[in-house]
């Protein structure tokens, strides 16, 4: 069996719920994962949108929620998870807004694909104090024995 992200909230390249973006409550959308590769010591959750700022002409890929060390023998992670609910041992990176926790999608026009992306590494990763993307990127390498990913929709009504 392979590693597998899903979430009761939207299907693969479904919509995203407005809840869970910044037109709603901007909590994050529940996510369960099953299938973990024998060995993992450590999970790594990165959400990110590859189409910022327009699908049409994307410059950049906007980080929406880094997560780090979560405990392999998690199932995953309710809606709107607090970082004070998150499983024992579990470390924060800082998303594109320049703090840690959950931004929901937000885009400035058009329709964006929302990565939710999870690794199970062999390892647990050292205290990073608060990585960007790049710098936890950078400690996986090497250390990851499966992935998944899960793909959400979203536009904004104008």
Excluded at 48 to 70: F, I, R, S
């Amino acid at each position: 069996m392979s590693l597998i992200l899903t979430s009761a909230a939207f299907e693969h390249h479904g919509l995203i719920p407005v809840r869970h973006t910044c037109d709603g409550d901007d909590v994050s959308p529940p996510l369960s994962w099953a299938g973990m590769p024998a060995g993992a010591q450590s999970l790594v959750l990165i959400v990110d949108d590859p189409d910022a700022p327009d699908p049409e002409a994307p410059k950049m890929t906007w980080v929406h929620w880094m997560l780090y060390n979560l405990p392999p023998h998690s199932l995953g992670l309710t809606e709107g998870v607090a970082a004070r609910e998150l499983p024992a041992g579990t470390l924060q990176g800082v998303n594109d807004w320049g703090r840690t926790g959950y931004g929901g999608p937000c885009p400035p026009v058009g329709r964006h694909r929302y990565f939710h992306k999870l690794f199970a590494l062999d390892t647990r990763l050292p205290e990073l104090s608060h990585p960007g993307k790049a710098a936890l990127e950078k400690v996986m390498q090497g250390h990851i024995l499966a992935h998944a990913e899960l793909v959400g929709l979203y536009q904004r009504r104008r």
